[in-house]
């Protein structure tokens, strides 16, 4: 029986220490992003967002050469600023941010005092980490109020096929713009400052979350009030039970039947419940059960 234990807990182990961050690379004009994400969440979707703006930040500042813009959550590692190494004889520069979650001001700062001060950039390398925490130019400013709309380039987490685009959401500024689409029009219904994971179980409920342990549903509809048809929407917060603190993990969502919506983790087995009509979110199924 312990031989049995002792082989049952060595692959136990093995299965929590297999997990390994998700990789996304592709090229953004002459930006070329290399990902890293613990899961396939938002976070990957706000590192394309992020490349997109130093695009934008990269032709107006006359910048024509490539960049390889690495967004790498370790704390173990340092902001390096470098041109390719010998070995490889490259001349592209290379810009590592190690942050566990995308600044994307900071990060255009950071890449436009790179840019500025490239000549001597072997001299200043100890300054990166001030450039990065510095305040945002008038540049930075400019180009951080453009427009972005969520991506489409990680089939792991596009819109669901049946119900393309009955929500959406652009950036701008630090705010993510939540948007409805009803009969061929398009309508503002929610800011948030974070989005964690944007999912949509059926055509008229979006689930996000903002936190680990913040869930926002957002409901919209296209309906008649009298005198014209309008979309009306409804915004529901729930405080949430996160199932690690350290971190936030990606959960299945998923419709049951036309009353209930599923929320499950990925590494237990506990489940949520949200009854869609009474607007009620069931903390723990299996315990409520067992009452």
């Not at 992003?33 to 899961?39: A, E, K, V």
């Not at 680990?212 to 919209?220: F, Q, W, Y």
């Amino acid at each position: 029986m312990t031989k049995f234990l002792n082989i049952l807990l060595l692959f136990t182990c093995s299965l929590i220490y297999a997990h390994k961050n998700v990789m996304f690379q592709k090229s953004y004009g002459n930006v070329n992003l290399i990902s890293s994400t613990p899961y396939y969440t938002e976070d990957i979707n706000k590192n394309i967002i992020t490349a997109k703006y130093v695009e934008l930040l990269l032709n107006e500042l006359g910048h024509k050469d490539s960049i390889n813009l690495y967004l790498w959550p370790n704390r173990e590692l340092k902001f390096k600023a470098y041109f390719g190494s010998e070995e490889s004889q490259q001349k592209i520069l290379n810009i590592w941010i190690p942050e566990f979650e995308t600044n994307i001001s900071k990060t255009l700062s950071l890449v436009e005092t790179i840019i500025t001060n490239q000549k001597s950039l072997d001299k200043k390398r100890n300054k990166l980490l001030t450039w990065y925490n510095s305040d945002p130019s008038e540049i930075v400013k400019t180009i951080h109020l453009n427009k972005m709309y969520r991506p489409n380039d990680v089939p792991e987490i596009e819109y669901p096929s049946s119900f393309d685009y009955s929500f959406d959401y652009f950036y701008e500024n630090g705010i993510y713009h939540i948007l409805t689409h009803q009969n061929r029009s398009v309508t503002e219904v929610a800011q948030v400052d974070k989005i964690l994971q944007f999912e949509i179980p059926i055509y008229n409920l979006l689930f996000i979350f903002t936190d680990i342990n913040s869930l926002t549903i957002i409901k919209a509809d296209y309906k008649y009030d009298g005198t014209e048809y309008k979309t009306i929407s409804e915004t529901m917060k729930f405080d949430f039970q996160s199932e690690w603190e350290h971190g936030f993990r990606p959960y299945e969502i998923r419709s049951l039947g036309r009353k209930y919506i599923t929320i499950e983790t990925i590494f237990s087995d506990k489940i949520f419940l949200y009854n869609i009509s009474k607007k009620k979110l069931i903390l723990d199924l299996y315990a409520k059960l067992e009452e």
